[in-house]
């Protein structure tokens, strides 16, 4: 071991050879992350008559652990628009500083406009789409939910190829396979929105939100809660805790630990 100060902790030249320092060259190929790391996991949303409802636990999983249990995933913007962001948390709270610089330059903006959801849908797929097309993609899908420009209820959804597409209901993640089937058998399709109410519309996501917790193991009791409508603006609950949990499906389960079939 070389003790010298200026190599400490480096093998010894006269025993070893000269340090080999190639793997510091700094001319290679640029690298950007090719999976994340700290990831949420589903994002849950449905159009009623007057408004969007999305649902977002507050758990954020460091590979399999589930490491942060207090990580806010629904961002609000304006008064009409409320974000869910799933995937990678590095890459959401790179969005949210993005969007909170817009949010400012809106407020102070002498235009008189501000952006409503279908505004900030498109923004954002622009967004998604830039940095794709770099090759450095932002590992999110995110689903936008509000009203439009003229005040009917939106919902859409923008992944990290910058792909959009819009439904009455919408799901990311383990969502988009537990939790859509569910809200479709309350939201068919476009015309059956008008006939949902807030109060079917809350209950459903939080029916959803349930399932998930039983059946995706990257999910959390706790979770986050937004209703937008055109009266009430947003109302958001960060802290929202499960209710009526029964487990005793779980006994039914044969073909696990000590169970015979």
Wanted: with cysteine; glycine share 8%; hydrophobic share 40%.
């Amino acid at each position: 071991m070389n003790h010298l100060p200026q190599a400490w902790g480096r093998p010894r030249d006269d025993v070893y050879g000269a340090y080999d320092a190639s793997y510091l060259n700094s001319t290679g190929p640029k690298t950007h992350t090719q999976s994340p790391i700290v990831t949420g996991t589903s994002v849950v949303a449905v159009k009623f008559k007057d408004g969007v409802v999305i649902a977002a636990d507050n758990l954020a999983s460091y590979g399999s652990l589930a490491r942060f249990t207090d990580v806010k995933r629904l961002r609000p913007f304006n008064s009409t628009s409320i974000i869910g962001i799933g995937g990678d948390v590095s890459d959401m709270q790179y969005l949210d500083r993005l969007l909170k610089s817009l949010d400012v330059a809106e407020n102070y903006g002498s235009t008189g406009h501000s952006l409503n959801a279908k505004n900030l849908h498109t923004y954002l797929s622009k967004v998604m789409y830039k940095r794709r097309s770099d090759v450095n993609p932002l590992w999110n899908q995110i689903l936008v939910a509000g009203l439009d420009g003229d005040g009917k209820p939106f919902l859409s959804s923008v992944d990290l190829l910058g792909t959009t597409f819009s439904s009455p209901t919408l799901a990311t993640g383990f969502g988009a396979h537990l939790a859509q089937p569910l809200l479709r058998k309350v939201v068919e399709d476009e015309a059956a929105v008008e006939t949902i109410t807030q109060e079917r519309a809350i209950a459903a996501v939080k029916e959803c939100m349930k399932v998930l917790f039983y059946r995706d193991a990257r999910s959390l009791d706790k979770y986050s809660i937004a209703v937008v409508t055109k009266e009430g603006g947003i109302d958001l609950k960060e802290d929202e805790q499960l209710e009526g949990q029964s487990w005793a499906f779980a006994e039914t389960i044969k073909g696990y630990g000590t169970q015979v079939v």
